[in-house]
């Protein structure tokens, strides 16, 4: 099985900054894409980042120029180095990685919180 280990997310007030980090149990290597999407109370679970194996990345509209998806091979860890935060930003922040194969798949993180105070 994959592991996903989300850390990183916390309170903070609006303009501050936080760092997710996603750590896998195997070789990021593995995976095609890997990345964050948010939920925030009462909406739907929408795409944050994404960089690919090749180390193209996406972004969100609202989150372009704040926000920057990076990752260390070495350490098996993908970032998220979040930047003049808004209350907007607040929502469960969720890892994942997907493999594009025969029998394509999704793992997902356990989740973390993020709240920005206004």
């Known amino acids: 099985q994959v592991q996903l280990v989300e850390s990183g997310g916390g309170l903070v007030q609006a303009g501050g900054s936080l760092r997710l980090s996603c750590t896998a149990s195997?070789?990021?290597?593995?995976?095609?894409?890997m990345g964050w999407y948010r939920q925030a109370p009462g909406k739907q679970r929408d795409l944050v980042a994404r960089i690919t194996r090749v180390g193209n990345t996406n972004y969100a509209d609202s989150v372009k120029g704040r926000f920057t998806i990076s990752r260390d091979n070495a350490k098996n860890t993908v970032y998220l180095q979040m930047d003049s935060l808004k209350p907007e930003d607040t929502a469960v922040y969720y890892c994942?990685?997907?493999?594009?194969?025969?029998?394509?798949?999704?793992?997902w993180g356990q989740g973390t919180q993020v709240t920005v105070s206004s």
């Open positions: 195997v070789s990021i290597f593995n995976f095609d894409a």
């Open positions: 994942y990685v997907a493999w594009r194969t025969a029998v394509p798949g999704t793992i």
